[in-house]
Nanobody, 125 residues
Framework: QVQLVESGGGLVQAGGSLRLSCAAS????????MGWFRQAPGKEREFVTA????????SVADSVKGRFTVSRDNAKNTVSLQMTSLKPEDTGLYYC??????????????????WGQGTQVTVSS
């Protein structure tokens, strides 16, 4: 089992930045590709970005390309999401997730085995 805990969310003005962190326990994250998803009220969970096991290739949704950057530190068992130039439409509950499907960069939440509880990001206009 992998337990994931997100942190770093908050309220920020449009144009601002936030850095989200996801800390894992139970197993080493080096065995998993990691993804970030978000969900706004009344909407489905949406893929944001994913990163392969060894901090190599990544996949990024078009809506955040050039603004969000995913990274990981397997030694610390953490994954981070640096968000810049935030927009009101980036508002939502942000989740990190782990998948045993390596190098697939799946955008389907059902392909992810473990999820955190989420951290709220609110961007005011």
């Amino acid at each position: 089992q992998v337990q994931l805990v997100e942190s770093g969310g908050g309220l920020v003005q449009a144009g601002g930045s936030l850095r989200l962190s996801c800390a894992a326990s139970g197993r080493s994250l080096s065995n998993y590709d990691m993804g970030w998803f978000r969900q706004a009220p009344g909407k489905e969970r949406e893929f944001v970005t994913a990163i392969s096991q060894q901090s190599g290739p990544t996949s990024v949704a078009d809506s955040v390309k050039g603004r969000f950057t995913v990274s990981r530190d397997n030694a610390k068992n953490t994954v981070s999401l640096q968000m810049t130039s935030l927009k009101p439409e980036d508002t939502g509950l942000y989740y990190c997730a782990a998948t045993s499907l390596r190098s697939r960069f799946s955008r389907d939440p059902q392909d992810y085995n473990y999820w955190g509880q989420g951290t709220q990001v609110t961007v005011s206009s």
